[in-house]
Every structure is written in C-alpha cells, then in structure tokens.
C-alpha cells in the first residue's frame, strides 16, 4: 500500500511518531494509502529546516525569485493531468473538475512571476531638504499553510505561491484526507529551483497544527478550512503573536429576481450546487427565488437534475464524484432526512439510487427550506440545493446580510440598476452578477467576510503580498557637513 510521508529539507522524510492516517478511495470505500501523522519533534524539524533555509532566500534576488516560479508555471502545466489524476484519486472530483483546480491555482503561480514588480514600494525624494524617504517591503520569516481536503492543489498554491516569491520560507500542512498533491507540488517546486529547506510539508492532525501555531519560529499562518476550526487557529496563533489570517466556512446564496432568465438561472444553480459534490466553499448552497418564479425556477433545476452523471472519476463522462468520507456522506444524507421532519419539501432526494460501493449521494433538490432548519442554518458541503422564497428583493437581501457566512453570492437579474444595488449593500465578500461562482482571478484577492474570515487580509493576489511582508520605511540623507548642527526640535521638514 502506497505511504505517504513528510517533506523536509527537499526530500521525503519517513514519519517517526507511529501514528498515521487512512487515505480513502472514495469512490471504492477502500483504503488506498496510509499517511503520516507528525509529531512535535517532526514538526519543529521542519520549521528548524525552514528557518536555516531563511537568510539565503531572502537574499535571493528577485530575478531568480522570480525565475524559479517561471519554471515551476512550466512544469504546472506540463504535469497538469497527472496533478489532476491525484486529485480525483483520493479527493473523488472528476477530472475536468480537477483539471479546473490546477488552472486556477496556477494563475496564483503566474501572478508570483510578477514578484520584481509587486515588490516595488513608493519613494519621495526630497521629503525634506536633502532627505528622501522610500518604503521597502520585506519577509516575514517562516510562515505556515494549513489547507482543507476540498482543494488539495488550488489552496496551497493560493499560499505559497506568493510567500516563496516574497522571500519566505514555508512549512505546509495539507489536509490529511487527500495529502499526495502537496507532495508532487513539493517535487516540482524542487526541479522548479527552489532551495532545499524553503518549502516542506508536515502531515498530520491537531498535534502537527498546534505545534505550528505555538511554535515561536513561525511568523504567520495562513488557513482554509471550517470555521470552527477557522476561529480557533486566529485566536490560538494571534494569541501567540502570529499575523493569521484564517478562511472558514459558507452559506452561499444565490438571489433570483422576476426578470432573470430562468433558464439561464437554473443551468447556474445546478452547475454551482452540484459541482464537486457541493464541497466547494464557493457552492451556491441556497436559491432565494422571488414568489413570482419560484415554482418555474424550481422546475427548471428539478428537470436538470437527472441528467447529472454521477460515479467516480475513473469512468470517462461523470461530471460528479463522490464525498470525501463515509462519515461526510453520512452526515450529508442526515441534513436530507432532517429537512423532511423540520418541514422542507425534499423534491429530489440525493439518497435514492446513488451508486453503492464508495462514499455516493446523488444531488438533492429541498425547497420551502427556512432560517432555523438545520438545512437552512448549516454548511451542508455536500450537493444538496435548498431554496427559500422570497417576497421581494429586500426580503431576499436581508436573508444574506442576516446570515452569518458572507463568503460568495450571486445575483440573477437584467435590471444593472438592481444589480449595482446589491453589490453596494450586500455584506458578502464576493459577488457574482449573474456569475454563480465568482472566485476573483489571482490579480484580486479572495476572501469572504464575517464567520468565513478571521483576520484583516483575504488571500492571495495584492492582499496576500501584503499578508506575506511587512514594511520598513527609511529616512535618508546623504551627510552635507555644511549643514550640520545640534537641534533638539522633533525632527520636521525644513
Ligand atoms: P477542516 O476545518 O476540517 O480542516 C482544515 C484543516 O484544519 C486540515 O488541514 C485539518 O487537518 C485541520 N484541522 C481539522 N481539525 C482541526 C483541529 N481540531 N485543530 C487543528 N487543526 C484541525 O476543513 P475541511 O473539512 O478539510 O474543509 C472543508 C471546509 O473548508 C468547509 O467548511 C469549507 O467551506 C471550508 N473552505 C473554505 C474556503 C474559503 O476560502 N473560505 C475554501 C475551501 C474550503
């Protein structure tokens, strides 16, 4: 059976604590690998491993800084099957799906490329007679990636893709459920150029990530993942002085106005609901549907529904996969079962005929679902499509603003004037215009708010340079002795 261990110092490290992980074939419900769990002495060594790689890559110039994440685009996209085969493997996304991750965590490698320009600061000369003053951007140090199972590729990619370009050193801990992809990224960042010791990857659980958020040579943590667990990270590492920034979980809701093109509507409910099983953070989990349309629009997702190919990935021409466990599964078809006794109308039940063998549930459609049912109040994460309806567009927005997820959401109009209202009131990170799944491109930054953010950066793009630096601002003059005198004053312009 395969085992997958740690990355330290540029090469696989076999664990040493006895303690390891089961890495599901969801598809199968079978054990494919086993994979190391890290202990604290593990964890230090790779932070220890880190932390001397520091000094040398910092001073890298920004070239070469760059050059490396010039090859390692070519060798992203050269080995972009193979990264998505590892991703449908233990993840269970088919594999147009997989291969739509690697894209989009390799724009975050592209946008690296540009570092010599993204590091640039601003510069005043003659801020005071023959005084010029310029702000120069520097690196944190060790920082540390924790990254949920949903994207095993894209979010670590999201992380360090920036932090190495800014001169950091990295320590990663992947989601244990689907740990191989952060290894194969390990190898190309190798080949790509990267200093041994500038990035490695420690496998585990709890231990491994308490160890690095008390650790005191870690300077910051980045985090995707619940919110519970979200919440938890920002306060534990802020409480020891760390610069966290921690992305938790959503509720996101899609608003569908009388004057939207139902069809239109309904093909986007369906691809955003039903996408990698609905264990997307940016999944349209809720349709608010305006009464006028709610029965077409409801319709119209219910007809769409049977077409969905659902089975592994391995079978060419399946568009949705499995979940990531059993227990996942499990807890998924409870919210179903649930929404039937709290007085939702399931329309589709996702339980019924999905495939046997593996962790399966077919999509399911519950509409008249209302704030205060556990299918309304939850993240699901899993291909269950709730609607609420609505009265009016007021109504529909104060359900948003009401919720405490703000990561995506959506709205269904022809009306811009409608449109440019949402966008001005909604209390949302990110927002789609007829756009159900508006992941920004890597040159904004992604982050939502209230219960899916802690922290004052969102991710990647310019917010994440800045999460990645830290400033210094120098005052200089070139010593005239002309003009040399004592002046106990608080320094001013003169
Ligand atoms: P999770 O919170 O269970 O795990 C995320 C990471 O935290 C993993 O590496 C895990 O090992 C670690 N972890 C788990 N429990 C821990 C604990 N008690 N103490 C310390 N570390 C712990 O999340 P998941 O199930 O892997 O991912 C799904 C969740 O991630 C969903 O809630 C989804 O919305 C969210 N997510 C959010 C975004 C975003 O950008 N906001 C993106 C992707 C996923």
């Known amino acids: 059976?395969?085992?997958?261990?740690?990355?330290?110092?540029?090469?696989?490290?076999?664990?040493?604590?006895?303690?390891?992980?089961?890495?599901?074939?969801?598809?199968?419900?079978?054990q494919q690998a086993a994979v190391d769990f890290a202990a604290v002495d593990e964890v230090d060594a790779a932070v220890a491993t880190a932390k001397a790689a520091f000094p040398a890559w910092r001073a890298t110039n920004l070239s070469r800084r760059a050059e490396v994440m010039f090859h390692m685009r070519e060798l992203i996209s050269a080995n972009r099957k193979e990264i998505a085969g590892l991703l449908s493997a233990e993840h269970g996304k088919v594999l147009s799906d997989a291969l739509g991750e690697v894209a989009r965590g390799l724009e975050n490698v592209e946008f690296a490329c540009g570092i010599p320009h993204l590091l640039k600061g601003g510069y005043s000369e003659q801020a005071s007679t023959g005084v010029d003053v310029?702000?120069?951007?520097?690196?944190?140090?060790?920082?540390?990636?924790?990254?949920?199972?949903?994207?095993p590729a894209m979010v670590p990619m999201w992380m360090f893709a920036n932090a190495l370009a800014c001169g950091n050193t990295f320590v990663l801990k992947p989601s244990e459920k689907d740990p191989s992809a952060s290894m194969f990224l390990a190898e190309l960042l190798k080949q790509a150029g990267l200093p041994d010791?500038?990035?490695?990857?420690?496998?585990?659980?709890?231990?491994?990530?308490?160890?690095?958020?008390?650790?005191?040579?870690?300077?910051?943590?980045?985090?995707?993942?619940?919110?519970?667990?979200?919440?938890?990270?920002?306060?534990t590492g802020t409480k020891n002085g760390k610069r966290v920034q921690a992305l938790g979980g959503a509720k996101n809701h899609m608003l569908v106005l009388p004057d939207a093109d139902l069809d239109m509507a309904a093909d986007a409910a369906v691809s955003a609901a039903y996408g990698s099983a609905g264990e997307r953070c940016m999944a349209i989990s809720v349709v608010l549907a305006v009464d006028s349309v709610a029965d077409a629009l409801i319709e119209r997702i219910q007809a769409?529904?049977?077409?969905?190919?659902?089975?592994?990935?391995?079978?060419?021409?399946?568009?949705?996969?499995?979940l990531i466990t059993r227990e996942h599964r499990d807890k998924v078809a409870g919210y179903i079962g649930a929404a039937a006794e709290e007085g939702a109308t399931v329309v589709v039940d996702g339980r019924d005929g999905a495939p046997a063998d593996g962790f399966f549930l077919k999509p399911s459609l519950i509409d008249r679902a209302t704030p205060g049912m556990s299918c309304y109040d939850d993240e699901i994460f899993g291909p269950v499509l709730t609607v609420t309806r609505v009265r009016s567009y007021d109504e529909g927005l104060q359900l948003i603003n009401d919720n405490q997820y703000g990561n995506g959401t959506?709205?269904?109009?022809?009306?811009?004037?409608?449109?440019?209202q949402f966008e001005f009131d909604v209390q949302v990170g990110m927002v789609g215009v007829n756009v159900p799944i508006p992941v920004p491109v890597s040159y904004y930054s992604f982050g939502g708010w209230k219960a899916s953010l802690f922290g004052d950066q969102h991710m990647y793009g310019p917010e994440g340079v800045n999460f990645y630096t830290r400033s210094k601002v120098v005052t200089k003059r070139w010593p005239d002795p002309r003009s040399s005198t004592v002046d106990l004053g608080f320094p001013q312009n003169r």
């Open 410 to 420: 959506a709205i269904f109009t022809r009306d811009g004037g409608v449109a440019r």
């Open 134 to 151: 310029y702000q120069i951007k520097q690196p944190l140090g060790v920082v540390a990636g924790i990254t949920p199972f949903n994207f």
């Open 1 to 30: 059976m395969n085992h997958i261990s740690h990355w330290i110092d540029g090469r696989v490290v076999p664990g040493t604590s006895g303690r390891i992980g089961v890495v599901w074939n969801p598809a199968t419900g079978e």
């Open 304 to 322: 769409r529904i049977p077409d969905i190919k659902v089975g592994p990935a391995s079978e060419p021409g399946n568009e949705m996969g499995p």
């Open 197 to 235: 010791g500038v990035f490695n990857v420690v496998h585990g659980d709890k231990v491994a990530v308490d160890r690095l958020l008390e650790h005191p040579d870690i300077a910051a943590v980045s985090f995707v993942g619940s919110t519970p667990i979200a919440k938890y990270i920002y306060e």
